[in-house]
């Protein structure tokens, strides 16, 4: 069983949809969970970080996470344009400070 | 604050060239730093990570190999590079004090012909 599990989409939502992206993970003693947005051809950028369980909410990015079902997710509402975008999650624990990333989804949100 | 950069932006190589790819962070000190390649359909693949200036640790044998002569300089560097070695090349930087939060430099794409 791989450690991050993601699906890669694609994922292509009419302008103003709710998003809903979502990753698995096997490794229970993951405690760190981010979730990047990655431009075509640029470095991704960290956009939610959370530690342990529970919501995150930043502007229209929801992050939650469920450690009971070793499942995350990102939730974007009245999604854009410039939200097309390939989407990472990131899952960290121990003291390595390694993060295993999913293969990420590639969304589209047309005009 | 803070910022991190790569040069090159692009790369062009023959195959059995040397690479060198340098990282430099601004702003901070002491970052952990990390060097991952990403390749089409793989996703984000970690090569070296740096705990501290006198620790670097490998996560895949190959003909890659990465140094750090500076508390915020991080290089990655080959004697020989084979095709498979082309892809996108992303440096990335953590607060020793925010342990898990990476940020990304904005990469170098490097094509071995």
């Known amino acids: 069983q791989k450690e991050v599990e993601q699906d890669p989409g694609p994922l292509s939502v009419p302008e103003g949809a709710i998003v809903s992206l979502n990753c698995t993970y096997s490794?229970?003693?993951?405690?760190?969970f981010m979730w990047y947005r990655q431009y075509s051809r640029k470095g991704p950028e960290l956009l939610m970080y959370?530690?342990?369980?529970g919501n995150k909410e930043d502007g229209r990015f929801t992050a939650q996470v469920d450690k009971s079902s070793k499942y995350i997710s990102l939730f974007i509402r009245d999604s854009q344009p410039s939200d097309s975008a390939t989407y990472l999650c990131?899952?960290?624990?121990?003291?390595?400070?390694?993060?295993?990333f999913g293969k990420g989804t590639l969304l589209t949100v047309n005009p | 604050s803070q910022t991190i950069h790569q040069w090159p932006a692009t790369l062009v190589q023959p195959v059995g060239s040397p690479l060198s790819l340098e990282c430099t962070v601004e702003g901070t000190s002491n970052p952990n730093l990390y060097w991952y390649r990403q390749a089409a359909g793989r996703g984000l693949q970690l090569l070296f990570y740096s705990i501290g200036i006198d620790q670097i640790s490998s996560e895949v044998p190959q003909n890659l190999s990465a140094s750090r002569p500076q508390d915020r300089q991080f290089i990655l560097s080959s004697k020989k590079l084979l095709l498979s070695d082309s892809g996108f090349y992303l440096c990335?930087?953590?607060?020793?004090?925010?342990?898990?939060?990476?940020?990304f430099g904005p990469g170098t794409r490097l094509t071995v012909t």
């Open positions: 959370t530690y342990s369980s």
């Open positions: 490794n229970s003693a993951f405690q760190y």
């Open positions: 990335a930087w953590t607060p020793v004090s925010l342990s898990y939060e990476q940020y």
């Open positions: 990131a899952i960290g624990g121990g003291s390595n400070y390694k993060l295993t």
